[in-house]
């Protein structure tokens, strides 16, 4: 981005799908991505409970508390001031209760500064949808792979390939959006269905995450864009560059140059001038400043070679 942009609101999200312009989603956690997102002008920036994966080492998005996405979210706000940042309700978050659902979509609001936040599932969650949308929040659906159901779901895999469960998460999107969802991410879903969807939604724009490329934009976790989490690579995404590799690389030379005294050299470091060198000693009473390391090792070895 050559210039520095507006704030992207709703309005302008809606104009761009009205355009037929796709919208530009990616998954981000830390300040310098979001940095560096933002220079991009991507559009969207979903703090996402993902992180509990990419970002803390879990083996599922179980463990994230509102505290872990608070923070994420408050340092990628400082990083991408103008992108339309949405905070992801962790699991347990808004379950239990509509109370519940409102008061945690609210700290993301206050404390971090987020446009909008997201949540799983269809129709059991639509009361929090609507409740969150009556306190002025924006919100968001999200149907198909819902990682926080997944040991329900029987694993990572596409799901609505049946007509039966494609009639259901269709079903699921209506009461969504009936609700007050303004978008609604489905997430590995047949694209015949999420094309169908999106026909049909009305006053709700529609992102694909593996569902095709029919809705009104698209959606990537940022770490499996770049090789950056090395658990697996799921199918739905594009490697735009193996970044992952250039930093293992950089790591196994650093440790080999500093193995080999190569790292650091005279640009690396910060020297002092032979007065203020001089004055130092005096302040020590003339007394030789410790010897290096490396001075004491050849001391040592010349005596050895002497006692021989």
């Known amino acids: 981005m050559t210039e520095t942009r507006k704030k992207i609101t709703l309005p302008y999200l809606f104009d761009k799908a009205a355009r037929g312009e796709p919208i530009t989603w990616l998954t981000c956690y830390d300040y310098p991505t979001a940095y560096l997102q933002e220079?991009?002008?991507i559009e969207m920036i979903l703090v996402g409970d993902s992180l509990?994966?990419?970002?803390?080492?879990y083996d599922s998005t179980l463990p994230v508390t509102m505290d872990d996405m608070i923070r994420h979210a408050q340092a990628v706000r400082r990083g991408a001031p103008t992108a339309f940042v949405v905070g992801d309700m962790p699991y347990m978050t808004y379950q239990p209760s509509v109370e519940s659902a409102v008061r945690n979509a609210g700290r993301f609001m206050a404390e971090a500064g987020c446009d909008a936040i997201k949540l799983e599932g269809g129709v059991a969650m639509a009361d929090?949808?609507?409740?969150?949308?009556?306190?002025?929040?924006?919100?968001?659906?999200?149907?198909?792979?819902?990682?926080?159901s997944v040991a329900a779901l029987g694993?990572?895999?596409?799901q609505g390939k049946s007509a039966a469960m494609a009639k259901k998460i269709m079903d699921d999107a209506k009461a969504l959006e009936q609700a007050g969802a303004f978008m609604i991410l489905l997430e590995m879903v047949p694209d015949r269905l999420c094309k169908l969807i999106t026909e049909r939604a009305e006053?709700?724009?529609?992102?694909?995450?593996?569902?095709?490329?029919?809705?009104h934009g698209q959606l990537l976790i940022y770490h499996d864009m770049f090789g950056l989490y090395p658990k697996f690579k799921p199918k739905m995404a594009k490697v735009y560059g193996n970044?992952?590799?250039v930093i293992l690389?950089?790591?196994k030379a650093y440790r080999e140059e500093v193995i080999g005294r190569q790292f650091p050299q005279p640009e690396n470091w910060f020297g002092m001038s032979d007065d203020e060198y001089a004055e130092l000693?005096?302040?020590?009473?003339?007394?030789?400043?410790?010897?290096?390391?490396?001075e004491g090792k050849k001391k040592k070895g010349k005596r050895k070679e002497d006692k021989k």
């Open 39 to 41: 220079q991009a002008g």
């Open 52 to 57: 509990g994966m990419t970002m803390l080492g």
């Open 128 to 148: 929090r949808i609507r409740a969150i949308v009556d306190a002025g929040i924006p919100a968001i659906g999200h149907l198909g792979l819902t990682p926080q």
């Open 155 to 158: 694993g990572f895999r596409v």
């Open 203 to 215: 006053n709700c724009l529609i992102m694909s995450l593996g569902s095709g490329p029919h809705a």
């Open 243 to 245: 970044a992952g590799q």
């Open 249 to 251: 690389d950089g790591l």
């Open 281 to 294: 000693q005096k302040l020590l009473g003339n007394s030789p400043v410790a010897e290096t390391v490396e």
